[in-house]
């Protein structure tokens, strides 16, 4: 199925040829010596506390960077992203959850943390996992690696590294995968540059860590639509891209080819209520940033499942089905945000539920239709209407529908009035959703580590804190 695009040829190219104006005209704000230095070698200018990038010097980067990356979890799994497949993962450091139960929410617990990466661990729509909550009263420099550490013990699937900070965090983690077997080249971490066009010396540092380490970079640029970057989305996008391609650049001179995926976290400032904005704008940026990084050659992961909704209501449907469906069609190959509520401040386990099957109905969509002899059925058409003029006992009927002509969903209402009133109790779907979920948490266990596998993680953790604590 051919990518549905909201941006002509020329409109990217000329996106590209702004998005190489911005880094050379209005540089970036970068004050980290170290990696000016490396910057200045290569061809960079630097002046007032800002790095300006050359174009070539942009260019040769993108052409060296590793643009199909492999991650692989513990069961073996492997997914390549950009290779045509689109996968879905979780959205990552959620403060708050909901309980759909009881309509009321509360700060996530350490057992919250450790129930959602179960939980995603059993969802077969869930290919890659992210830590989902943060965990209480664990310091900021500790606290991505101790998502990562705890993680890794309650899914075999594969685990997309947490939103780094700082430089020993690439450290740590590439010592905490090696327990599973993970290799660097196998290993993502995120980070966020701060817009507008803003490096600070600890991100600084940490990208030079990521590259020497040899992980994959999935940098999380996340500009403001009329806050921190333009209130047009094109516009917001190039910042968005020039924020992305700026850490590439320092990346690629340190680590020439390592890998690397094109990320966009671009969100729209709410004006009435100075929130993140979730309607379907998001989604459009969504699409576009996935016609950008295309056009690089990149694979790309973008917000999917994106809502402002505090429940499992009307709004939150609307809002994450638009979300994820436009750049899904757009082509992207990841989308991010199972579980998400409250524009990324708030998770449910029955919204992962919901996602789940939200993100079967998306790979059929993605999936399209066909009009080869088979599909278009002239043959079997002619033979029922010569017989039964009846297609429910023909093989042709079985045949595809267990082939995926329809995606059969588990949670959503297909009855009459009458069954759903007496047999199901006018339960909805989010009814089911959370039903679904505490069946999931009551029978669900991973695999386990082995004890040697959860010391060793223990001790790697307690080697980072001591680390920290001497700073």
Request: proline share 5%; glycine share 10%.
């Amino acid at each position: 199925m051919e990518p549905l695009k909201f941006l002509s040829d020329a409109d990217i190219q000329a996106m590209h040829e702004a998005t190489l104006q911005v880094m050379q005209e209005a540089g970036v704000f970068w004050t980290h010596k170290p990696s000016l230095d490396i910057l200045q070698d290569a061809g960079c200018t630097v002046k007032d506390d800002r790095v300006f990038f050359p174009p070539d010097l942009v260019l040769d980067s993108i052409a060296k960077t590793g643009k199909r990356p492999k991650v692989r979890g513990r069961n073996g799994e492997v997914h390549e992203l950009g290779g045509g497949d689109l996968f879905f993962h979780n959205l990552g450091g959620a403060r708050d959850i909901f309980d759909a139960r009881t309509g009321t929410h509360h700060a996530a617990t350490e057992e919250d943390c450790t129930n959602a990466i179960r939980l995603l661990d059993a969802l077969p729509n869930c290919n890659n996992v992210t830590p989902f909550f943060t965990p209480p009263d664990v310091s900021n420099e500790m606290m991505a690696l101790h998502m990562y550490r705890h993680a890794l013990s309650n899914t075999t699937k594969p685990v997309q590294g947490p939103g780094i900070q700082f430089g020993h965090e690439a450290k740590y983690a590439v010592e905490m995968a090696a327990v599973i077997g993970i290799e660097p080249h196998e290993l993502t971490l995120s980070l966020s540059p701060v817009s507008p066009l803003t490096m600070h010396d600890i991100a600084a540092q940490a990208i030079m860590d990521m590259a020497h380490a040899g992980v994959i970079h999935a940098n999380l640029p996340c500009p403001i639509g009329g806050a921190t970057s333009p209130m047009t989305i094109t516009g917001s996008i190039v910042q968005q891209s020039a924020e992305t391609l700026a850490p590439l650049v320092l990346a690629q001179i340190i680590n020439p080819g390592c890998n690397f995926v094109y990320c966009g976290r671009l969100a729209m400032l709410e004006p009435r209520t100075g929130l993140l904005w979730g309607g379907v704008e998001l989604g459009l940026s969504s699409a576009a940033t996935v016609q950008l990084g295309h056009f690089y050659g990149f694979s790309v992961n973008v917000y999917g499942f994106s809502t402002n909704a505090h429940t499992l209501d009307a709004q939150g449907a609307f809002e994450r089905g638009l979300n994820a469906a436009i750049p899904a069609l757009a082509g992207a190959d990841e989308l991010s945000g199972i579980g998400e509520m409250e524009a990324g401040i708030m998770g449910s386990f029955a919204q992962m539920v919901l996602d789940n099957e939200l993100a079967g109905s998306i790979h059929r969509l993605r999936r399209g239709l066909s009009a080869d002899a088979e599909h278009l059925a002239v043959n079997i058409i002619l033979d029922v209407m010569g017989g039964t003029r009846n297609f429910l006992g023909q093989k042709h009927t079985m045949k595809h529908l267990r082939g995926g002509e329809m995606a059969l969903t588990k949670l959503a209402e297909r009855n009459s009035w009458d069954t759903w009133e007496e047999k199901f109790g006018r339960k909805q779907m989010a009814d089911h959703a959370t039903d679904e979920a505490e069946r999931i948490l009551r029978e669900h266990q991973p695999e386990p580590l082995s004890p040697a596998q959860e010391a060793e993680l223990d001790k790697i953790l307690a080697a980072a804190e001591r680390e920290t604590a001497r700073k």
